[in-house]
């Protein structure tokens, strides 16, 4: 372990409360990989109804937009084009899912034809604009889906190699440590009781011997 143990009782303690603590963070990170997992399954759902739909208004607006050419050339769809170039505007709120920032539901403002364009011979101007706006938001819907999916499978990913180096590295030699440290700490304890013993025997013979010398039996000198 790179963090140094302290000696002794201490340091029982100390990987007492770290195991503590790793124990705590892999419950947390076990409770959020099980929220980011479920709104990562949610979003790739509306991920993958997202593209379709982009899909389908895609090949919608450009067969209005094919109609447009056909009927009228494309000069109609030049000038149509023109007066709303660039007049579009997006709006993107962010979302906090579990500490991951990702985007919310983007808006959309987008310019209507002028009536002028809208009124035009050319029957298709108009439905091929409606068309191209839907396929717009379509794509605004599944970029914010997508980006927001991508974000939270990356986090996703390093919450698992987190809670993998956890259970596989610092649980495991923490608790090694503690285990080997109490083995320690047994044989000490061990040494402790056979030196108090052997002290015990030995004042108690210290004190044996003036007893044995000076009692009622014993022999003194005459005078």
């Not at 790793?22 to 947390?28: C, D, P, T």
């Amino acid at each position: 372990m790179a963090e140094p143990i302290p000696p002794g009782r201490a340091g029982r303690l100390w990987l007492l409360g770290r195991l503590g603590s790793a124990r705590r963070s892999l419950e947390l990170l076990d409770r959020k990989r099980q929220l980011l997992l479920r709104e990562h399954d949610r979003l790739a759902a509306v991920r993958a109804e997202n593209r379709r739909l982009w899909t389908v208004s895609c090949a919608e607006a450009e067969r209005w937009g094919l109609r447009a050419t056909a009927l009228g050339g494309a000069s109609d769809v030049s000038l149509a084009a023109a007066a709303v170039a660039g007049r579009a505007t997006v709006e993107v709120t962010w979302r906090n899912t579990m500490g991951v920032r990702h985007p919310g539901t983007p808006t959309a403002t987008f310019v209507a034809l002028p009536p002028a364009s809208a009124a035009a011979p050319n029957a298709a101007v108009a439905p091929a604009a409606a068309a191209y706006r839907r396929a717009l938001e379509a794509a605004l819907a599944h970029a914010e889906t997508d980006a927001s999916w991508r974000l939270i499978d990356a986090e996703l990913r390093a919450n698992d190699r987190r809670l993998r180096a956890i259970e596989r590295h610092r649980l495991p030699a923490l608790e090694d440590a503690l285990r080997r440290l109490q083995l320690r700490l047994d044989e000490l304890e061990q040494q402790e009781r056979v030196v108090t013993r052997w002290a015990q025997r030995r004042r108690q013979g210290s004190l044996a011997g003036p007893a044995a010398r000076t009692g009622p039996h014993s022999t003194h000198p005459a005078h």
